[in-house]
């Protein structure tokens, strides 16, 4: 887990960057749930997204997984190096991003899960 990090319940994981983005990815326990990932599809730069909105698609040797936006803004850049790469997410969740957004409103991301939050569902998923 990274404490620098926020977390949603469906395994995305949102950091706030300096110049006020956020970075969305999936966790590593999501991708090891999903195994070797094969394809990545984002969503289209400018497109808006709703919180829990479905926008992007992460698919592995098992199984394809909507990935979900973590809170409501638009879409300012994608991980094209994904788009060969796949594994990347594999090799490292936490530093192969998927999509950036701007925030319709920065202080969202306080609704979200922090490390130790996110670490009980993931606990309470085991059992």
Not at 6 to 28: C, F, P, Q
Request: with cysteine; net charge negative; hydrophobic share 40%.
């Amino acid at each position: 887990m990274n404490a620098n990090l926020k977390y949603t319940a469906s395994h995305e994981w949102a950091r706030l960057e300096a110049d006020g983005t956020v970075t969305v990815g999936i966790t590593d326990h999501a991708q090891s749930l999903l195994g070797d990932m094969v394809y990545v599809e984002n969503p289209e730069i400018g497109r808006k997204v709703a919180k829990g909105e479905e926008c992007a698609v992460v698919e592995s040797v098992k199984a394809a997984s909507d990935v979900y936006a973590p809170i409501s803004g638009e879409i300012v850049d994608k991980n094209e190096e994904l788009d060969g790469s796949p594994e990347k997410i594999n090799e490292d969740a936490f530093s192969a991003w998927l999509f950036r957004m701007k925030p319709d409103n920065a202080s969202d991301l306080d609704s979200l899960l922090d490390a130790a939050a996110y670490q009980a569902v993931v606990d309470s998923e085991a059992h």
